[in-house]
């Protein structure tokens, strides 16, 4: 899946959660959608979107997944302004 199709589950989460499910991806990588789909509250919501970036080649979707963090925790600082 490339980059310009990904991220339709991704951006329909709130900031709080894209930066979580982005942390998760850059630790875990593959893992990362069994992980996050132990959270209570949103586990189908988080484990598809960190699935849907998986899929890519760690070598793309690292720096892409980076640029996630950075929006998403852009966006919560602006929210805090």
Do not use: C, W
Not at 13 to 29: K, R
Not at 31 to 46: C, I, K, N, R, T
């Amino acid at each position: 899946m490339s980059q310009e199709n990904q991220g339709n589950i991704f951006n329909k989460l709130e900031p709080e959660q894209q930066a979580l499910v982005a942390i998760a991806v850059l630790l875990d990588g593959f893992d990362s959608p069994f992980f996050l789909g132990d959270d209570f509250s949103h586990q189908d919501q988080l484990r598809l979107a960190a699935e849907e970036i998986v899929k890519d080649a760690p070598q793309q979707r690292l720096p892409y997944v980076a640029t996630l963090l950075r929006r998403a925790l852009n966006e919560l600082r602006n929210q805090d302004e």
